[in-house]
């Protein structure tokens, strides 16, 4: 288990960390956080903390992996945050996500999605 060499790297992992612990623990305030209302959808807090355990093992896997495996899970990274982007792009067209809360969720998967792809190069090797 390693810490990741770069601060992309450092910064994914730490996100991912916070965001998972976060959203599994307090799932309604991390949810208005992210503009979304969790009074007008009770299945939120559901869904967030389904969301926080997937950051949690992307999280395990970033640090935990070794050799072969760590490249996988780094390589994986971006490719997750890239369909997070494409679906939070395809809910707000359909009017399921209001354009703020999109453009924030939308933002986050952008940058997690580069963090991943600087840092991925580097974690493979």
């Not at 790297?9 to 959203?23: E, K, N, P, Q």
């Not at 009074?39 to 935990?64: C, F, H, K, T």
């Not at 996988?72 to 703020?100: C, K, M, N, S």
């Amino acid at each position: 288990m390693a810490l990741p060499s770069t601060r992309p790297g450092r910064t994914l992992l730490a996100a991912r960390a916070v965001l998972g612990i976060l959203t599994l623990l307090v799932p309604r305030l991390t949810g208005r956080a992210f503009l979304l209302d969790p009074e007008d959808n009770p299945q939120l807090p559901v869904i967030a903390r389904m969301w926080g355990i997937r950051n949690l093992s992307l999280a395990a896997g970033m640090y935990g992996a070794a050799g072969v495996s760590r490249g996988r899970w780094w390589r994986l990274q971006p490719v997750i945050d890239g369909l997070d982007f494409l679906v939070i792009v395809a809910e707000w067209r359909r009017d399921a996500v209001p354009g703020a809360a999109a453009g924030l969720m939308a933002g986050t998967a952008l940058v997690a999605t580069a963090l991943g792809s600087i840092s991925a190069t580097a974690e493979s090797d």
